[in-house]
C-alpha cells in the first residue's frame, strides 16, 4: 500500500506547477460547526507546508466546496472538484451521509481521498472496495467500544471507593 500511495503522490506531483487538494466539508447546514473547524485547520497545514517548501518542492493549493450538510448537495460538488477544478487528491469527511453519497462517484472517478471523520458502519461499506480510500478517524464502534470501557472502569472507581 505505500508504494501505491507514494506511486499515485509521485505521479500527481509530476510537472505540476501545484498540488491541488479539493475539500468536502459543511461549511453550511447543521454540520457547519465541524466544517468551519475542520476549514480553519486545512488552511494552518496549508499554510505551514507551503511555508516548509510545499510537496517535493510544489505548492501546495486548497479547494474548499461546501456539501452544505446535505448528500443532495455533497455529490455535485464532489463531481465538480475532481472534473471541474481537476483536484489532485481529495480531503474532508466530516458527515457519514454525505460521504456515502460521494462513495459511487468516488470510485467511479478512482479518486485518492484522504478522509477525517464520517466513522459510521455504512461508511466503511460504502468504501470497503475504493482501493484509495483511506479514513484516519477510528470506526464507530471502535469509539463505542472504548466508552463502554471507560464506564467500567468508572463502576470499579466508584465501586473501590464506596
Not at 509521485?10 to 510537472?15: E, I, M, N, P
Not at 493549493?61 to 463531481?79: L, N, Q, R
Not at 475504493?130 to 464502534?141: G, I
Not at 463505542?144 to 471507593?161: G, H, N, Q
Amino acid at each position: 500500500m505505500t508504494k501505491m500511495l507514494l506511486t499515485g503522490v509521485l505521479l500527481a506531483l509530476s510537472g505540476a506547477d501545484a498540488v491541488k487538494v479539493g475539500v468536502l466539508l459543511p461549511l453550511t447546514g447543521p454540520g457547519s460547526v465541524s466544517g468551519q473547524a475542520a476549514k480553519n485547520g486545512y488552511l494552518l497545514a496549508l499554510d505551514e507546508i507551503n511555508r516548509a517548501g510545499g510537496v517535493l518542492g510544489q505548492p501546495l493549493e486548497v479547494v474548499f466546496a461546501d456539501d452544505g450538510s446535505s448528500p443532495a448537495k455533497a455529490v455535485p460538488e464532489f463531481v465538480r472538484l475532481v472534473t471541474v477544478d481537476k483536484v489532485d487528491f481529495m480531503a474532508g469527511g466530516v458527515s457519514s451521509a454525505t460521504s456515502v453519497a460521494i462513495s459511487g462517484p468516488a470510485k467511479q472517478y478512482g479518486t485518492f481521498m484522504a478522509w477525517i471523520g464520517a466513522a459510521a458502519t455504512p461508511v466503511e461499506d460504502a468504501f470497503a472496495d475504493h482501493k484509495y480510500f483511506f479514513h484516519y478517524h477510528p470506526w464507530a464502534y471502535y469509539n463505542f467500544e472504548a466508552i463502554l470501557d471507560y464506564f467500567k472502569y468508572l463502576k470499579r472507581v466508584v465501586a473501590a471507593s464506596t
